[in-house]
């Protein structure tokens, strides 16, 4: 399958954005008093994100390529917390993406976002590399505040062999050779299909569904 990423659009994200980043961090220090009780602002809120995620950059803690399939501009999500095997990764504007062995499991700031999932199936039969059927469940937080649980039946289903490029941190390409694994999952109304390349037990590159509003997303390792 073609990777959904360009070779300018992984330049541009793995140090165009990065350094975008840093910029937005320039005022922080203005952006409030300390000592103030009052909530911050939108744009103090985007500050305070940018200069997390320039830290966490500078820290040299993983890093993903993240893009919305359908029209999207790729932007990076580092690693911010790593807790019993659950991973937060942050966005310079402060999206949090949250993930359990490579696969989605919740979101913040995307709309009709995921509150919690269980995927403890689909995670075993994508290791296992010989497929099945599995049932996933996520919750998610509808336009009215309100959690809505869905249950899926995915199938699971081996893809062959794949070769791969990631990007480096400094821009560069890097082959690796995978195995892609691919997901079909229904609801009573939702249908979509997730893909995954495995390299090992990782998953290195993946198109995971992420609800109605922002649909695929594109989540690709960047490498040393």
Not at 84 to 93: N, S
């Amino acid at each position: 399958m073609k990777s959904p990423f360009t070779r300018p659009l992984m330049r541009r994200a793995t140090l165009g954005l990065v350094a975008a980043a840093c910029l937005l961090i320039t005022g922080c220090a203005t952006g409030g008093r300390l000592g103030t009780t009052s909530a911050p602002t939108p744009v103090q809120e985007q500050r305070q994100a940018a200069a997390e995620f320039a830290r966490l950059v500078e820290s040299g803690a993983p890093a993903k390529q993240v893009a919305v399939l359908e029209g999207g501009n790729p932007t990076i999500a580092v690693l911010k917390t790593r807790r019993a095997g659950a991973e937060t990764y942050v966005t310079p504007d402060g999206v949090t993406l949250r993930m359990r062995d490579g696969l989605l499991t919740g979101t913040a700031g995307l709309g009709n976002d995921i509150q919690n999932s269980d995927l403890a199936q689909v995670s075993a039969l994508l290791r296992s590399r010989n497929g099945g059927v599995a049932e996933r469940f996520q919750t998610f937080l509808t336009g009215e505040y309100r959690a809505v649980t869905r249950t899926y039946l995915c199938t699971i289903s081996p893809q062959g062999p794949a070769e791969i490029d990631l990007a480096t941190r400094d821009g560069q390409l890097r082959k690796v050779k995978t195995r892609l694994m691919q997901e079909d999952c229904r609801s009573l109304d939702q249908t979509f299909r997730n893909f995954y390349w495995l390299r090992g037990d990782r998953i290195v590159q993946s198109r995971q569904w992420a609800g109605a509003v922002s649909g695929m997303l594109v989540l690709r390792d960047l490498v040393n």
